[in-house]
């Protein structure tokens, strides 16, 4: 097998961070492949993984890239490529005369929006109606074997797409190594956050802010819970703006964070925040299980399919059932203890890195 592992596309979210993954599991494999990586890649391999890889310097999604695609073509035929991996789409560039397997996190096109959309712009909306015709295209044009990371998505985008259920596979998402490597571990966003005072209680947000992310619920929830109740999110500080002064102590606006960042924000915090909306699946929700973290997050189906019973749910659309739920797991001694059981078990239901790398060279050895 000739493979071609295609992250070309990927600058932002969790999957740059699955790119980096598998790029860096299937060296420690000893597997022989060829990457394209986009910049944002390349920044987290080291050396030994780079020599594998080849820069792409912009993204083959752009209308008018088709000099990249064309160096993607190229790419293919020196290195005699037969099988090839994008690992998320969908894949604007058609590669010719080989397998293709596409990866799939695009919940716009397969749950409900009808709460969230009227809170577009035009602008976003014309771009959201034009995507919901291309993209089911491409994928449909492009893709021998799609790649969901839940059994819900993947239930949805069999229904959207009509493939055959051989041709929509699942194979989780899992923990980056570099959360869970205490060795490396950056603590310097400590300088951000206030000596922790005892009674305080610290909810945690990784995400950018889109509107999907739903973080608009945050300036209701500071007037609903207890002072002492505080957060912290990797979004700019320009989302303090919506936030009136004198709640300005209790939001804490850290901006884009790194992985090993991010190990520290989960020790510091108690509970991880997440009042999403739309998601395939989100990493946080495993890395608060690996911390004994609480997770607070949206009653809604891919949250269920990801956390189980593990999580506390609360209706997104509620302010004040989400200050409900959230102020129940921290009265209750109890609710707490069941939860960090919970957690532990459903965390084990996942795989490890390398499982993860081995199942994707499983499902490409069958093409």
């Not at 055959?164 to 699942?170: A, C, G, I, L």
């Not at 505080?230 to 964070?257: Q, S, W, Y």
């Not at 939860?339 to 994707?360: C, D, G, I």
Request: glycine residues 2%.
């Amino acid at each position: 097998m000739n493979l071609l592992i295609n992250a070309s596309n990927l600058y932002v979210g969790g999957g740059v961070q699955v790119a980096v993954s598998l790029i860096q599991e299937l060296v420690f494999n000893g597997v022989e492949f060829k990457a394209a990586i986009s910049p944002k890649v390349h920044e987290q391999l080291n050396e030994t993984e780079l020599k594998k890889c080849i820069l792409i310097e912009k993204s083959p999604s752009g209308i008018f890239n088709f000099k990249i695609r064309r160096l993607l073509d190229d790419i293919v035929k020196e290195n005699q490529i037969d099988k090839v991996l994008t690992i998320f789409g969908p894949s604007y560039w058609s590669p010719k005369n080989v397998k293709h397997i596409v990866g799939y996190a695009l919940p716009w096109l397969i749950y409900d929006i009808s709460k969230i959309y009227p809170e577009l712009s035009v602008r976003e909306k014309i771009k959201f109606q034009i995507l919901r015709v291309i993209q089911p295209y491409f994928y449909k044009k492009n893709a021998d074997v799609i790649i969901t990371e839940t059994e819900d998505v993947n239930l949805r985008v069999r229904h959207l797409l009509g493939y055959p259920d051989e041709n929509v596979v699942t194979i989780s998402n899992t923990l980056n190594k570099k959360m869970t490597d205490a060795d490396i571990c950056d603590s310097s966003l400590s300088q951000f956050f206030p000596v922790k005072k005892e009674e305080d209680i610290y909810l945690l947000t990784i995400s950018h802010n889109y509107p999907h992310k739903n973080l608009k619920v945050i300036k209701s929830l500071l007037n609903k819970l207890p002072e002492n109740y505080k957060f912290i999110l990797t979004v700019n500080h320009d989302f303090l703006l919506d936030i009136p002064p004198e709640m300005h102590h209790r939001v804490f606006c850290i901006g884009f964070a790194r992985l090993n960042q991010c190990a520290y924000l989960y020790e510091y915090c108690d509970a991880v925040f997440l009042p999403t909306v739309l998601e395939c699946f989100s990493a946080s929700y495993l890395e608060s299980m690996y911390f004994n973290k609480f997770i607070l997050t949206s009653d809604l189906p891919f949250a269920r399919t990801i956390c189980g019973d593990s999580a506390a749910y609360f209706n997104p659309y509620n302010e004040n059932d989400i200050a409900l739920v959230i102020q129940s797991v921290f009265s209750d001694v109890k609710v707490r203890v069941i939860l960090l059981e919970k957690m532990r078990k459903q965390l084990s239901l996942y795989p490890t890195p390398n499982e993860r790398a081995r199942q994707y060279i499983a499902q490409l050895d069958k093409l």
